[in-house]
């Protein structure tokens, strides 16, 4: 099986921008997370969803979201990008039994 | 609530001999535990997990960790380090098989010393 793939792996944006990242799933995996890491604050939990649905939620401000597609493909998006949200974003993909299985990440540097 | 301590932010070994990570935890619900692994601009892989099936779990490239409740810890380790060992490790923690959102330590670097 194909693991977790996420696109792009790099962004560069700027200040007041905003950016969506995108997140394929393990074929039949049905929850995707969304984690952001920074050096500063470690790996944190974005949201999580399941079936279409946001199931969990991190505590990050509302220019984080996200959604899911039919197929499970998840997209995240921030708005109004500030220079703290340069990180690592990975997804990680879960088929709802006990792992969850991360993909490469997102690098989003922010100028 | 959840927390884990990952208790050293680095660890320096000489390659072949023995790797201890440690790791507390907390948390309200029998949990489950995780050791992810990250290599230099890679994402992360796990090394194993706990589901309270046997408090001695044993993972990917030689690495086990030991379940100990009465102590609330769930250290790693591995008999004799390799240079591909040089990663940063992650103790996670989940209340609910994984399903929920992972908490995460805050990482130990691991250093292999030729």
């Known amino acids: 099986k194909a693991g977790v793939t996420q696109t792009p792996r790099y962004l560069i944006k700027t200040r007041g921008q905003q950016v969506t990242l995108s997140c394929s799933p393990i074929s039949g995996h049905r929850s995707v997370s969304w984690y952001q890491q920074t050096p500063g604050q470690g790996l944190q939990f974005l949201f999580e969803?399941?079936?279409?649905?946001?199931?969990n939620k991190g505590n990050f401000p509302g220019r984080f979201s996200g959604r899911q597609f039919s197929n499970s493909r998840s997209e995240m998006n921030v708005s109004t990008l500030e220079l703290g949200d340069s990180a690592l974003y990975l997804c990680a993909s879960n088929n709802n039994q006990e792992t969850q299985y991360f993909g490469p990440g997102t690098r989003l540097l922010v100028l | 609530a959840q927390s884990v301590t990952q208790l050293d932010s680095h660890v320096s070994v000489s390659e072949g001999t023995p790797v201890l990570l440690r790791c507390n935890y907390s948390s309200s619900y029998s949990p489950s535990l995780f050791w992810y692994v990250q290599h230099p601009n890679k994402g992360l892989q796990l090394l194993l997990k706990?589901?309270?099936?046997?408090?001695l779990v044993k993972g990917i490239n030689g690495f086990e960790a030991e379940f100990k409740k009465s102590e609330t810890s769930f250290h790693l380790t591995k008999p004799s380090a390799h240079m591909s060992d040089a990663a940063e490790y992650f103790c996670v923690v989940s209340a609910n098989f994984g399903n929920e959102k992972l908490t995460f330590g805050t990482g130990t670097r691991l250093t292999i010393i030729p």
């Open positions: 969803y399941f079936s279409e649905t946001q199931r």
């Open positions: 706990y589901t309270s099936a046997a408090t």
